[in-house]
């Protein structure tokens, strides 16, 4: 909840050292839950990430600053990368480092500092990785917000307001103190515009969609075949979640800035969300075809990988959405709030679909209702509203209206 502080933050102080500061949260965060050793540490430790950390509007700020309307689509392809290499390799670094004096005891199995914070080591791997990322940012990365005031800037002001003689006039005071200030950030009110409320409505639809869609697939491959799954091992279950993550690399680098270009920002962003009823309709296919199979087969096996396909192209959606928020701001000086606030939907959203798929999908298996498959009705319906608040965004990106108007 403190993503939107953040972006507004980095409207009047620059991205950069937000940016820092959230990385620098992450790092201590991660350290401190491998040290931790009862759940209010484990709790406190999380909370300073979410504190500290509003790195995803802000990174997000920083790719529509560089960028212009001709390749756009092309930087924010590689978003949907980034998160989907973290959410494979984090799960697989968490189970292959977790307790290494049990699982690794030739070389930590004397070690007393591992076996008293077993975790550590697993915590401690990403926590490095985001020290290094702090550097590299520190040393390469330059600032892109041209309206933001260096914090050293404003210190400097304030001292040489403070070191005026007491015999100064209040003129000049005022002269002074009125380089020093800085602009305004805009009220809250003003931001809320209608372009801003469509943007992030519908970025915090896309995530439920897709949320809910991620928490349901894993466990719809775990569950035994009778009870309305797959029966997948988790080794097998690793390997479909794999090829996922590989060809939405490819999908995203190689064909979405052409799609986008070719077809236009709101229909790859309906198609995207749309694609989502096809892939909740084809869990009961492939339940069903399972069972008629008794157990996974060729056929099975086809079902699966066309939905995987079908689920790559829901991510089409993030890349055009992205681009309304960034267009939909009523100025540069607001990017990051509008960021922030769409980001917050979001993680609103986040918090709330997986725990409700999750539960109507054993509350479908428990009750029965429509042969087990009553999740996917209702996963269905939110698709159809999401639709209907797609149907909301304008043909052209804003800022691509605005050309046209001045243009004419």
Request: charged share 15%; with cysteine.
């Amino acid at each position: 909840m403190t993503v939107l502080y953040w972006s507004r933050l980095s409207d009047r102080y620059g991205r950069k050292p937000v940016i820092l500061t959230g990385l620098f949260g992450l790092s201590l965060s991660m350290y401190s839950f491998g040290l931790s050793r009862t759940y209010w540490g484990a709790v406190f430790s999380r909370s300073l990430n979410g504190a500290l950390n509003g790195n995803i509007g802000v990174i997000k700020c920083m790719v529509a600053e560089i960028t212009d309307h001709t390749n756009i689509a092309h930087a924010y392809a590689y978003l949907p990368i980034s998160w989907a290499t973290g959410q494979a390799l984090g799960p697989a670094i968490g189970g292959y480092f977790s307790r290494p004096a049990e699982q690794f005891p030739d070389v930590f199995g004397n070690n007393e500092f591992m076996k008293k914070y077993p975790y550590f080591l697993a915590c401690s791997i990403p926590a490095t990785f985001s020290v290094l990322a702090w550097l590299v940012t520190l040393m390469f990365l330059k600032e892109t917000n041209a309206t933001s005031v260096a914090v050293s800037d404003l210190w400097k002001k304030s001292k040489s307001t403070e070191d005026l003689p007491r015999t100064a006039s209040s003129s000049s005071v005022s002269s002074i103190t009125t380089k020093a200030s800085t602009p305004e950030p805009m009220p809250m009110r003003a931001i809320l515009t209608k372009p801003v409320i469509i943007a992030a409505v519908n970025y915090a639809f896309l995530a439920l969609v897709d949320m809910t869609l991620r928490a349901v697939q894993p466990v719809f491959l775990s569950t035994p075949i009778e009870l309305g799954g797959l029966g997948l091992p988790p080794y097998k279950i690793g390997r479909v979640l794999s090829f996922y993550g590989v060809f939405n690399g490819l999908f995203q680098i190689f064909l979405f800035a052409r799609i986008n270009e070719r077809f236009g920002t709101k229909k790859v962003y309906v198609v995207g969300i749309a694609s989502s009823l096809i892939v909740f309709a084809f869990f009961p296919v492939i339940n069903l075809l399972a069972r008629a199979g008794n157990g996974p087969n060729p056929i099975v096996w086809a079902a699966v990988g066309f939905q995987v396909i079908m689920s790559i192209i829901i991510n089409f959606s993030y890349g055009c959405v992205f681009i309304y928020i960034a267009a939909s701001a009523p100025n540069k000086s607001t990017l990051g709030a509008v960021n922030g606030l769409a980001q917050v939907g979001v993680s609103i959203m986040r918090t709330v679909g997986p725990a409700t798929a999750n539960s109507l999908f054993s509350f479908s298996i428990e009750r029965g209702y429509l042969g087990g498959y009553f999740v996917y009705v209702v996963l269905a319906a939110i698709v159809v509203i999401s639709l209907v608040v797609a149907d909301q965004l304008p043909n052209k990106v804003w800022r691509d209206e605005k050309e046209s108007e001045s243009s004419s």
